[in-house]
Every structure is written in structure tokens, then in C-alpha cells.
């Protein structure tokens, strides 16, 4: 028997730090019987990371890292995040708008009110009819309050941070509290077995690092899964079209401005905006396709959506190359994070599969060289799946356009780039409203069938009510109505401004769990 003991992580930047966070938390047991994980890091690549979006995951990761939430809103310029606000993505009108809020709809579990809503001739958004979390963040309020300890929360949330200050935030942790061990140093080769296993890496510093189980977090590059074990990439550019960001960093115009406590997307000619709210300033960004509109016309509009605050700012161009790995986990060698593939950052889904890549390798660690082949086959299977469902739900955006200003639009809705098992969904979500299991399956799946609700019915997507057919639950789903009013009354009364909230964590610290 060969036991996996040394876990070899090769890259730093988000995806390196929380992965080797994630595995050191869930074995620190086993470090005293010569567990050991190691991440190598070039000192000269920088990180790839601009301002980042994320998913309420990542609390309960970083608390079972043990990070302290109070410290990680002092050191990585972090604000709340609630949900994503749409605009202009439905008929391109400066009135078109919705949320995609990170709350449930009330009493999910036991009701679907997506028919009531339907069946209800009501000027309400279904957003606000199941959800307080919409006029939440339209009053520019946080999730919590001093009194909520750390983690807790009245309206579910998740984070917006500085991905330089995050990755500087979580080496520490790692090194200090977990006991990874940080080497800086260039990876020159890499060195494989017979078995087509590797086996070693040689580094520009000297030394050789060996391993059991290396990770690769390499970046775009993919230097261990995709040039040493020629694992191939598969484009998804044919379904997703935007292939070019162009990012800044946005001053706020006064020291105390309201900050956002969503993502707002914006649509474009060619693409779509991005606007992130950090306590210093704002992530702008457009992610655009090239084969539209040219980067010049990108920068102009990006230009013109921020405003005279941009005059004097430079954009950072990103390439995007849409897709992922046709295979994630080969030999002793897995991908994680932009090794493993990526997608335009429309529902900021690239840390939830660090993480949830990260929780699958931890939690399903191969006891020994042996049994890594079944270890490998079901992480293989199920990260293909969450993949593939990522693609479908960012293409629902754009599928679901009335927009036709422009070819880009136009082109989203042709039936040849829509997936198969998309489509077909669309054409049962015209008869039959999703809720819960019916269509999704897996554990973990990385959207709910709500999320698809709130896409559906914001961007104006109609669901047939057959007569009759809301009757049988028809006082659960007005009580649940009436909780929502309730519940939106009680926390837009009481919930304290977004700034506010996070200058008193910063100054006083939240209580720990």
C-alpha cells in the first residue's frame, strides 16, 4: 500500500490558498503521523485576480478554516454581497431590472409560490413577493447587525473582496494556524513515473519537491494538468461568447458614499458591466465579446457607464477562454481553479468551485495510491457536472433576451447555441414552474432551483397556471406572502446602513461564534 501523506500544491493566488486551507483544516489531525501539505509558489507570477464576487459557501469555508470574520473584513477590503442586480439584460430599457437576491423564496421547502405569484395579476416583482432581500439591498442595508455574531445572519449573504489582500489574508492563516508549508520557487519541470503518475518537480531555486498528490493551481497555464499530463480543453465559445474584460478600480467620489451590497450587471451593446462595492472603491469591469464589438468601442461604453471618475484611469485587459478541462483529476494529479477551466464571471461562480473542488478532495482524501482511481472517477463525474450546469445557468441570461439592438443579442438566442439539455428545460419551464428536486438531482448542486425562479420571472419569462391548479395550497402560500411582508417590514426597519455596518465590524469587531 502507498498512503497519500504529502499533498503538493503548485500556485498560490486564491484558488492555491483556499484549497490548501480547505485540506490542512479537515487533516490537521493527522499532521502529528506525517500529513503533510505544501504549496509552491512563484515569487515573480503575479496573482491573476481583480475585485471578486462570491458565494455565501465561502462563509461556512472560512469558518471551518477557523478564520475569524471580524479579521477577515480588516484585511481584505471585504464587503457584504446579497445578490446580483440585472440590469437592462431583458429589453434594454433604462427601466429594465431585477435581482437574483441569495435569500430562499419563504417557505420553499413546503410551498412553490412561483404559480400564486403567476396566477396573481400583481404589479409586485416576484422577487419581493417571496423574497424581502430586493428592497434590502434597494435601501442599501447589510445582512446583519452588531448584535448578529460572526458567520450569522438575518438575509443570507455572501462576500465581495480584494482578491490580492484575500490570498495574502489566507497564506497567513494557512502557514501560522494550519501549518502548510510555503515554498517560493519556480517550478521548471515536472518528472513522471512509469505509471504516468508525477513524481517530482524540479524547481529554478534547486530544490525537488516530491509528493503523493499534487494539485494544480497554476493558472491559465495549467502547468501540471494540462502540459505535463496533456489533459485536453474543451472551448465552450460556441454557447459563451464574451472572451475580453476590461477592469478598473473606481474611487468613490466622497470617503462616506453608500456602497452597494449586490453585484450589479449591466448589459451592453457586446457584453455586460460589472460593479463590485468595496469600502475603498468600486471594481468596474466589462466583459465584452471581441468578435462584436472591438476593445476600443468596449472601453468607450465602460467609460461612459463610470462617468467623469474614469477620465484619468487606465483599464486592465483579461482574455477569457471559455471552457474547462475535459478531464479535472488524471493520475496523482488534480486541476482546481483557472487550471481547471473558467467562464465569464456573470454569477462570480469561480471561487464556489475552488471551493467546492477543495471540500471534495479534503473530505474524499485516497487513503493510498490504490484507490485513487475511484477517488478520481467520481470527483471527475461530479465536477463535470457542476461545470456543465454553470454553463447552462449563465446562458439563461442571455437566452431569455428580448433584446435584438444588436448581433450579439440576436445571436444569444439561436437555438444551435443554446445546450441541449438547456433547452429543453426552457421549453418544461413554459408549462411547469421549477421547484426543488424536480429537475435537479445532485447534492451540492451549485444553483437551486430558485436561482432559475428568479432568473425566469425577472427577465419576464411566463410559466402556464392551469385552472385549479393553486387551490390545493393556497392559504400555505398566502401565509407565506404575508411572512414576506412581514419579514421585509421588520428588516428594512432595522437593519443598519451597508457602510456603517462594516466600519463598526472593522472598528469593534463582531462577536465570535
Not at 447587525?145 to 490570498?167: C, I, R, V, W
Not at 439539455?421 to 438531482?441: A, I, K, N, V
Request: contains cysteine.
Amino acid at each position: 500500500m502507498r498512503p497519500i501523506q504529502n499533498i503538493v500544491i503548485v500556485g498560490g493566488g486564491t484558488a492555491g490558498w483556499l484549497t490548501a486551507g480547505v485540506i490542512a483544516a479537515r487533516h490537521k489531525a493527522r499532521a502529528p503521523h506525517g500529513f503533510t501539505v505544501t504549496l509552491v509558489e512563484s515569487p515573480t507570477v503575479p496573482i491573476i485576480g481583480v475585485g471578486e464576487g462570491t458565494w455565501p459557501t465561502l462563509r461556512d469555508t472560512l469558518r471551518r478554516m477557523g478564520v475569524s470574520e471580524t479579521e477577515f473584513f480588516r484585511q481584505c477590503d471585504a464587503s457584504f454581497k446579497q445578490g446580483a442586480r440585472f440590469n437592462r439584460w431583458t429589453t434594454g430599457a433604462p427601466d429594465d431590472g431585477y435581482y437574483h437576491p441569495l435569500m430562499l423564496p419563504q417557505q420553499f421547502g413546503s410551498v412553490n409560490l412561483a404559480p400564486h405569484w403567476l396566477a396573481h395579476d400583481t404589479e409586485d416583482s416576484f422577487c419581493d413577493t417571496v423574497t424581502p432581500q430586493g428592497r434590502i439591498c434597494d435601501e442599501g442595508l447589510g445582512p446583519k447587525t452588531m448584535a448578529t455574531p460572526e458567520y450569522d445572519a438575518h438575509a443570507n449573504y455572501a462576500y465581495h473582496l480584494d482578491a490580492g489582500k484575500f490570498s495574502t489574508f489566507l497564506q497567513r492563516h494557512c502557514c501560522d494556524t494550519l501549518g502548510v508549508r510555503h515554498v517560493l520557487a519556480d517550478v521548471t519541470g515536472v518528472t513522471l513515473d512509469d505509471q504516468g503518475d508525477i513524481a517530482s518537480l524540479a524547481t529554478a531555486q534547486g530544490p525537488t519537491i516530491t509528493g503523493d498528490l499534487f494539485v494544480d493551481c497554476t493558472g491559465f497555464r495549467a502547468l501540471l494538468i494540462g502540459e505535463a499530463m496533456g489533459v485536453p480543453f474543451k472551448s465552450c465559445s460556441d454557447i459563451l461568447f464574451c472572451d475580453t474584460a476590461l477592469a478598473m478600480q473606481v474611487p468613490y467620489d466622497a470617503p462616506d458614499a453608500p456602497i452597494a451590497s449586490h453585484t450589479i450587471s449591466t448589459a451592453q451593446s457586446a457584453g455586460w458591466i460589472w460593479d463590485i462595492g468595496l469600502p475603498t472603491r468600486r471594481g468596474v469591469g466589462h466583459v465584452f465579446s471581441s468578435s462584436h464589438i472591438s476593445a476600443d468601442q468596449a472601453e468607450s461604453e465602460l467609460r461612459a457607464y463610470i462617468g467623469p471618475a474614469a477620465r484619468d484611469l487606465s483599464a486592465r485587459t483579461l482574455s477569457i477562454r471559455a471552457g474547462h478541462r475535459e478531464t479535472f483529476w488524471k493520475g496523482n494529479c488534480v486541476a482546481v481553479g483557472l487550471a481547471a477551466g473558467f467562464l465569464e464571471p456573470l454569477e462570480a461562480s469561480a471561487i464556489v468551485l475552488i471551493e467546492l473542488s477543495a471540500k471534495m478532495i479534503a473530505e474524499q482524501m485516497p487513503a493510498c495510491r490504490e484507490v485513487m482511481p475511484v477517488v478520481a472517477r467520481r470527483f471527475n463525474d461530479t465536477t463535470l457536472y457542476r461545470w456543465g450546469r454553470i454553463v447552462d445557468f449563465l446562458k439563461l441570461h442571455y437566452a431569455l433576451t428580448k433584446r435584438t439592438d444588436t448581433d450579439f443579442w440576436r445571436d444569444n438566442v439561436r437555438p444551435e447555441s443554446i445546450p441541449d439539455r438547456l433547452r429543453g428545460l426552457m421549453e418544461l419551464w413554459r408549462y411547469q414552474s421549477p421547484w426543488l428536486h424536480d429537475e435537479f438531482d445532485r447534492a451540492e448542486e451549485v444553483f437551486p432551483s430558485a436561482s432559475y425562479q428568479y432568473v425566469l420571472y425577472g427577465m419576464g419569462a411566463r410559466t402556464a397556471v392551469p385552472p385549479g391548479t393553486v387551490d390545493r395550497d393556497a392559504d400555505l402560500a398566502s401565509r407565506a406572502r404575508r411572512e414576506n411582508r412581514a419579514q421585509t417590514q421588520r428588516l428594512t426597519s432595522s437593519l443598519p446602513k451597508h457602510r456603517d455596518l462594516i466600519e463598526r465590524i472593522v472598528r469593534h469587531g463582531l462577536q465570535p461564534i
